[in-house]
Nanobody
C-alpha cells in the first residue's frame, strides 16, 4: 500500500525559509514521478513543483527562483526547499506520486499525502 507522509510545515515570517519532506513507502520510490501541490482556504489545489524519475524538475511560475524540489532515492524522500516565503504562500502543501505524472496536472498523480500546513506571517 502506497503511503506518503509530509512533514516540515509550520509558522514562519515573510522572507523566511522552510523545508518540507515527504516520505514514501509501499512501492519502489524511484519508479514514480513526484510532485508538490498546495491549497489555500477557499481556493482550488494548485501545482507547485514536480520532479521526474530521472531528476528533471518543473515549477509553477509563482515559485520559480524561490522553491527547489529534490529527492533522495535511497531514503525514499522528496523535499521542497522553500525560500523567501511570502504571505501568499500560506496553504496546506501536499505530496503526490504517480507513474508518468511528471508535470502540473494533478489528475496524473495517483497517490496523495494528507498535507502539512505552511503559514507565512507578514
Amino acid at each position: 500500500q502506497v503511503q506518503l507522509v509530509e512533514s516540515g510545515g509550520g509558522l514562519v515570517q515573510a522572507g523566511g525559509s522552510l523545508r518540507l519532506s515527504c516520505v514514501a513507502s509501499g512501492y519502489t520510490f524511484g519508479t514514480y514521478d513526484m510532485g508538490w501541490f498546495c491549497q489555500a482556504p477557499g481556493k482550488e489545489r494548485e501545482f507547485v513543483a514536480s520532479i521526474s524519475r530521472s531528476g528533471s524538475t518543473y515549477y509553477a511560475d509563482s515559485v520559480k527562483g524561490r522553491f527547489t524540489i529534490s529527492k533522495d532515492n535511497a531514503k525514499g524522500t522528496v523535499y521542497l526547499h522553500m525560500n523567501t516565503l511570502k504571505p501568499e504562500d500560506t496553504a496546506v502543501y501536499y505530496c503526490a506520486a504517480g507513474r508518468g505524472a511528471y508535470g502540473s496536472n494533478s489528475y496524473n498523480y495517483n497517490y496523495w499525502g494528507r498535507g502539512t500546513q505552511v503559514t507565512v506571517s507578514s
